[in-house]
């Protein structure tokens, strides 16, 4: 399958998961010269998106209002995160709803204990701090955001957004998928636990 398939096919996954309902959530690939990423259009719905529905957008650009067809409205945060991790060749987003609970009035989130922490990358210890982020309705400030948590340092592949969802990357599109399944699979854990 090509990258733009592979992205087409975990949106509708995570649409039937009821993690992109309607147009909610976005999904990029980064190109193969590093410069720029497919990222899914503004407006779609995940569960039927198309390869026409992603536009090729310049990494290092801030302003996307010349672009054609719009790219999704939070295409400066798949760039933030493209600009500081290196290896990352994908960036998806979707709005799971035990990152979304877990996730509410925090900054970080300890997660513990669980096997399925290795579906991170995690394979020498036994908890990891996930960062969590505050949900900013002005873009710009989302990317800076989650760009400042990512300078500071992260153990994991993925940043949440406070009440929202999370972002997630993998050196591919199956990497990245397999990252958020995995972070809503242990905040799902996580909350039961407490229940």
Known sequence: ??????????????????????????????SEDGESCLVSISGRHKGRLVAADFVNVPIAADDFSAIEPRPSAETAVHNAIYRRVADA???????????????????????????????????DRDAVEVPVVPNHREIPRLADAVGARIDAGVEVPGVFVAAHGLYAWGRDVDEAQRHIESFEYLCRLAWEERA
């Not at 399958?1 to 147009?23: H, K, Q, V």
């Not at 709005?95 to 009035?105: D, E, F, G």
Request: hydrophobic share 45%; with cysteine; charged share 15%.
């Open 89 to 123: 060749g994908a960036v998806l987003h979707a709005h799971c709803p035990y990152v979304a609970l877990l996730s509410h009035r925090t900054s970080s989130i300890t997660l513990h204990d669980y096997e399925n922490i290795k579906g991170l990358g995690v394979w």
């Open 1 to 30: 399958m090509t990258n733009i398939e592979l992205l087409c096919a975990a949106a509708r996954d995570f649409y039937r998961f009821g993690w992109m309902p309607g147009t909610a959530g976005n999904l990029s690939v980064r």
